[in-house]
């Protein structure tokens, strides 16, 4: 079975600019989570989806949004970037709502410019 | 900002030794999770304790959740190259909401 996939895995972009990022979680999985992996430092809550909805907001600005698919697939949109938006973004899956057992994707590498 | 604090940061040890990474907060979880995460991966989840006091042993790896489920600590025995990796330690204060640490950086040496 296929695993947490994510879309581009490496990213240039240069600031002002917006970018979109994927995942797909593991078939049967619900929920999906997005984190932020800056170098050095441990991953940080976005967002949290469930059933399409939004469960679960981190501490980022609105320059960052996402939303879920019937699919239960995900996007992760982030506007007018900035350099410090440059990180490792990661997506995790879960069965249902409760993320004490979730499974990362790869991630997407963001370098911001 | 790092709510969970994981120590120590970075720790180099030969093949064959025993090591011991720690995990603290002032808050409370309703679990803790250690991951062990791979240079271009996401992290992988080798543990979920629940319980204060919990002990869960997996394999050469014992994890072990404080009393107060305030901290926790991962100790490996007879440690090995296949070992080395980013260990992160992540809390869960609410059913959807889960803070890592900034994570121990272990090295283990041939």
């Known amino acids: 079975d296929a695993g947490v996939t994510q879309s581009p895995t490496h990213l240039i972009k240069t600031r002002g600019q917006h970018v979109t990022l994927r995942c797909s979680p593991i078939?049967?999985?619900?929920?999906v989570s997005w984190y932020q992996q800056v170098l050095g430092q441990g991953p940080q809550f976005i967002f949290q989806?469930?059933?399409?909805?939004?469960?679960g907001r981190g501490n980022f600005p609105d320059r960052f949004s996402a939303r879920q698919f019937p699919n239960y697939s995900s996007e992760l949109n982030v506007n007018a970037l900035l350099l410090g938006d440059s990180a490792l973004y990661l997506c995790a899956s879960s069965l249902g709502v409760r993320v004490e057992t979730q499974y990362f994707g790869p991630g997407t590498r963001l370098l911001v410019l | 900002t790092q709510l969970l604090e994981q120590s120590p940061q970075f720790l180099s040890i030969q093949e064959g030794e025993n090591l011991t990474v720690y995990c603290n907060s002032s808050?409370?979880?309703?679990?803790l999770q250690w991951y062990r995460q791979e240079p271009g991966e996401g992290p992988v989840l080798l543990v979920t304790v629940v319980t204060g006091g919990e002990v869960k042993k997996l394999k050469r790896l014992t994890f072990q959740f404080g009393d107060a489920r305030k901290d926790s600590s991962l100790h490996i025995t007879a440690a090995q190259p296949g070992d080395t990796g980013l260990y992160l330690c992540a809390g869960s204060y609410n059913n959807n909401d889960m803070r890592f640490g900034a994570g121990t950086r272990l090295t283990v040496k041939p």
């Open positions: 989806y469930y059933e399409k909805e939004e469960r």
């Open positions: 078939s049967g999985h619900k929920s």
């Open positions: 808050s409370v979880f309703s679990s």
